[in-house]
């Protein structure tokens, strides 16, 4: 079996009100890979890790436990 037939494959098996998130993801996908073939250059180049090694420290604050406001904002709460 092909790859085409084996995406089919799992396609089909996904439910039909989660379809539109695996056709977004596919459209999307390949608008990218078409502009990457229109235009070799323009594609989406990784940045160097490190670029502001010495310029940015993260602050001791960070590492501090949330405020229960705080973790209720990110549960939903």
Not at 49 to 59: A, D, N, R
């Amino acid at each position: 079996m092909i790859l085409q037939e084996k995406i089919i494959e799992e396609i089909k098996q996904i439910p039909n009100d989660k379809l539109v998130e695996i056709y977004d993801l596919i459209h999307y996908f390949r608008l990218g890979v078409t502009q990457e073939k229109d235009n070799p250059k323009a594609a989406i180049k990784q940045r160097p890790i490190g670029l502001s090694k010495e310029t940015f420290q993260v602050p001791s604050s960070f590492f501090e436990p949330l405020s229960d406001d705080m973790l209720d904002a990110f549960e939903g709460k």
